[in-house]
Every structure is written in structure tokens, then in C-alpha cells.
């Protein structure tokens, strides 16, 4: 199947050249004039790789980034007249895999899109042979190795805690009572003074979630319990 592209990009002539290169290599594009309708597009199709402009109106690439990281892995790209390198590092701390300053070769942008594809094509080819991994945006658990990763980088967790986050990954979407959560894991009755479950999440957030206080993967559903 053809990769399918997303540009994002306030300039339309940018767009279109950009959609021109990438279609003469038999890729599939849809194009954006702002990151709101990007954000909409991502919910109707699903894309193997963003090109993503940082200076836009309405919401800048940073903020797109960082919106779209919060449940999808495919490969960014981010696109800027800027050239500091600070300018690149807050673009790469945001989530993007690569970085290019405007104005741009378009044949090196073809060259890096399609250097993204292979890798993230080799990744997640690994990730399917193994029906035991679990996928939840940039987490991903290996219920076989019981190895976690965030971002495709490894997170440590203790056995109660990998225990925990499997329960939870299993059930996604659905909110488990602090009881259920801890009759599941420690395997005996629960009491309602221990607060057992709720020191091993915060541990859990601690090690996972990029701002623990504002999670974006254990949910606290408040008299209820917990959900992923």
C-alpha cells in the first residue's frame, strides 16, 4: 500500500510542493492549512507519517505535536523558518522525529520522510509479530518480556506495578474499582485502609507519564477508581 502522508502547513504553495515531490514517489498526501484541521483529518484517516509546520495560526506546530503525541506514534516531521537550535530542540522535546529549516531542499525533505518510513515500517513490523504487546499511543507493553516503553525508549517498572498496568492495558476503557485492582494483583481479599493500589499508580505515573500530575494515560476516575 502507498504511505499516506499528512502536510500541514498555513503556506499553500508550500503544500502543493510539498504533495507534488511526495506523490511523483507514489505516496498518497492530504493536505492542512492549519492544525486544527490536521487534528480533524487524524480522526478520519490514518496516516504513516506528518509534516508538521511549526509557525501557524489558530495553534503552532509545538502544540499540534505535543496534541497529537498524546495517542498517536507515527513518525513528525516539523517544518520552520526558524534555524536556532533552540527552535529544533523544542521541536524534537515536543515529540517530532526530525527537524528541517524553511527554506528547504525538497529532495532532502523526500530523502528524510522516507528514512522515517523505514524505521518506524521496521519497528512496527516487530511490534506485530508479537500479539503479546500492547499498544496504548506511545506506550507500549510486552506482556512476554514484561517490558515497558514510552516513546520507544524502556521504563522499569516492579512486578506489582508492570501487574497493575498489564490489568489496566487489558481493559482499556473501562474503569476498575481500587478494590478490583488490588483482588487482581496482590491475589487476596482488600481492605479499605490500604492504600496499596494507589501509591503503586502514583509510582507507575511517576515513571510513564510525561507530566505525572497531568496524566495522559491512567485516568483517576474520582469514587471510582482508575482506567488507561
Not at 500500500?1 to 498526501?29: A, H, V
Request: hydrophobic share 40%; glycine share 4%; with cysteine.
Amino acid at each position: 500500500m502507498k504511505p499516506k502522508i499528512l502536510i500541514i502547513d498555513d503556506d499553500k504553495e508550500i503544500r502543493n510542493l510539498i504533495s507534488i515531490y511526495l506523490e511523483n514517489e507514489g505516496m498518497q498526501t492530504h493536505r492542512a492549512e492549519d492544525a486544527l484541521e490536521g487534528l480533524q483529518l487524524l480522526e478520519e484517516y490514518d496516516f504513516d507519517l506528518i509534516i508538521l509546520d511549526i509557525m501557524m495560526p489558530k495553534m503552532d506546530g509545538i502544540q499540534a505535536c505535543i496534541k497529537i503525541r498524546e495517542e498517536r506514534n507515527m513518525p513528525i516531521i516539523m517544518l520552520s523558518a526558524k534555524s536556532e537550535d533552540m527552535d529544533k530542540i523544542q521541536g524534537l522535546t515536543s515529540g517530532a522525529d526530525d527537524y528541517l529549516s524553511k527554506p528547504f531542499n525538497p529532495l532532502e525533505l523526500i530523502a528524510r520522510v522516507k528514512s522515517q518510513l523505514r524505521r518506524s515500517n521496521k519497528y512496527n513490523t516487530s511490534i506485530r509479530k508479537n500479539k503479546n504487546i500492547m499498544e496504548i499511543g506511545s506506550l507500549q507493553i510486552n506482556v512476554d518480556t514484561r517490558q515497558v516503553y514510552v516513546q520507544k525508549k524502556e521504563v522499569r517498572l516492579t512486578p506489582k506495578e508492570f501487574d497493575i498496568l498489564e490489568l489496566l492495558a487489558r481493559n482499556k476503557g473501562i474503569v476498575l474499582s481500587v478494590q478490583k485492582i488490588y483482588e487482581a494483583v496482590w491475589k487476596e481479599d482488600f481492605f479499605k485502609s490500604d492504600n496499596n493500589v494507589m501509591v503503586h499508580i502514583t509510582k507507575i505515573r511517576d515513571k510513564i507519564e510525561e507530566d505525572p500530575k497531568h496524566p495522559i494515560y491512567i485516568k483517576t476516575v474520582w469514587g471510582v477508581g482508575y482506567k488507561i
